[in-house]
């Protein structure tokens, strides 16, 4: 994280005085001359209009953006409401807040919101906002990198207003703050800047770096809630290629600083690598809503005993599932590391035992860390090949051939399905000759139906 010279600059930016040609070749026709509209809109209410923050910079850095900010100076409402007319879902409006999202085609939104100031009672909570000019709304963001705006106003389409030197700092891919207690206000601003310093390529200013790193080690992130945590790692772990992220999180002690048991393993990055191949392998298999941020998370919880699995938790805003997803590696890691000896020896039916109740993100990650070439390739077995088998035939068909309401039903066509997954049944009259010949054994009293 210590500042070096940045892999990203792009002479002449910190130079540019109008956005307009930009505007014109980054953005599609339809697209620009909405935000054109909205700029008159704003007039006509005595407001003015400005793109602002992360659009301008993408467009400086010749970067795909489909979230457009807009700041008004005025009635922000008022033009929200008559770009309603362009939305191709319902738009969503925070009134208390001034704020509106405008959904678009392709993907693009519009973001409206009054341009406003932030003063934050305690440190870490969310901010009180009033109504402000535009070099003011410019002075409560995070970054000077996202303190760029344009005006859309007719009269000076496309005009550059820089008061915090945003150019010269994307120019120089440079992440900066505007105030040295920028981080004690906002500590989210911290996983921010990591994920736009991996994103572009930046490096953390010195003073920036040195801000952080001391208010991590005041506590600045035991002030924010679990849900704002959380949000802010799941948008950075699903960043492109986040091995800069992983390291810097673990660099900076963010994690660390809220509890000792949250480290980096050890071996991370070929950690990480594997699993980037497994999930390459297994994309079209996993099931939906694979959550592969959890997955990368899941990297700083191997040293987390079973007796801090709730305290761990509690640093956390996880949905049932994903507290499923990490209860499991925290308890049950281990033990699924220590049955993959002798896997590349196993039976397929021993491959499904091991696997069928382990959570895929938890298994990736264990495989990952434990389970070398063999462990890989049954995983990959289970999930491509195993986990899809399924008998032709139910508990009713076994019913009725003799059998009463019983978990004895349940034992014959779980013997069976390992049957089938090792191939030694296939078709289903296979499966009701062989259903009937454990149906008679278990008539007669024989314990063992296999």
Not at 79 to 88: D, F, I, M, S, W
Not at 359 to 370: P, S, Y
Request: hydrophobic residues 45%; proline residues 4%.
């Amino acid at each position: 994280m210590r500042k070096q010279q940045s892999r990203n600059t792009r002479a002449g930016i910190s130079n540019v005085k109008d956005l307009l040609p930009l505007m014109q070749s980054a953005l599609p026709e339809d697209l620009l001359a909405l935000l054109e509209l909205t700029g008159k809109i704003a007039s006509k209410h005595s407001a003015k209009a400005f793109i602002v923050g992360g659009v301008v910079r993408d467009i400086l850095l010749n970067r795909k953006s489909l979230d457009i900010d807009v700041a008004i100076m005025g009635d922000a409402m008022a033009v929200a409401e008559e770009l309603t007319a362009h939305a191709v879902k319902k738009p969503v409006f925070n009134r208390a807040f001034a704020t509106a999202t405008i959904p678009l085609h392709d993907g693009f939104h519009i973001d409206v919101a009054t341009a406003r100031t932030e003063t934050y009672e305690i440190p870490g909570a969310l901010p009180e906002v009033t109504p402000a000019t535009i070099q003011e709304d410019l002075g409560r963001r995070d970054f000077t990198i996202n303190c760029v705006c344009a005006s859309l106003a007719p009269e000076n389409l496309g005009e550059v207003f820089d008061p915090y030197k945003g150019l010269r700092d994307i120019e120089f891919g440079v992440i900066n703050v505007l105030h040295d207690k920028s981080f004690v206000d906002d500590p989210t601003r911290i996983i921010r800047g990591i994920k736009y310093a991996n994103r572009f390529k930046f490096v953390f200013d010195d003073a920036a770096l040195q801000t952080a790193e001391d208010a991590i080690c005041d506590g600045c992130f035991e002030t924010i809630s679990p849900h704002r945590l959380t949000d802010e790692l799941r948008i950075l772990l699903v960043e492109e290629m986040p091995w800069g992220a992983i390291w810097d999180l673990a660099q900076l002690s963010i994690l660390t600083s809220i509890s000792p048991y949250l480290s980096l393993a050890h071996n991370a990055l070929p950690i990480l690598q594997r699993i980037e191949r497994i999930e390459s392998s297994l994309r079209e298999t996993f099931p939906d809503g694979y959550r592969g941020w959890l997955v990368r998370l899941l990297l700083f919880m191997g040293n987390v005993p079973a007796s801090e699995l709730t305290s761990t938790l509690d640093i956390f805003d996880l949905d049932r599932n994903e507290l499923r997803i990490v209860e499991q590696f925290i308890t049950r890691g281990n033990d699924i590391a220590s049955g993959l000896d002798g896997l590349d020896r196993a039976k397929d039916s021993d491959i499904f035992e091991l696997f069928s109740d382990v959570l895929a993100e938890a298994g990736v990650v264990v495989i990952a860390m434990h389970g070398g070439k063999a462990g890989e390739r049954a995983f990959e077995r289970y999930w491509s090949v195993l986990s899809k088998v399924r008998l032709s035939i139910n508990g009713e068909n076994v019913k009725e051939m003799g059998l009463v309401e019983g978990p004895t039903i349940g034992k014959i066509l779980r013997v069976m399905l390992m049957a089938k997954i090792n191939g030694e049944i296939e078709g289903r009259d296979a499966e009701l000759s062989m259903a009937r010949e454990l149906v008679s054994k278990a008539k007669v009293g024989l314990g063992d139906l296999s």
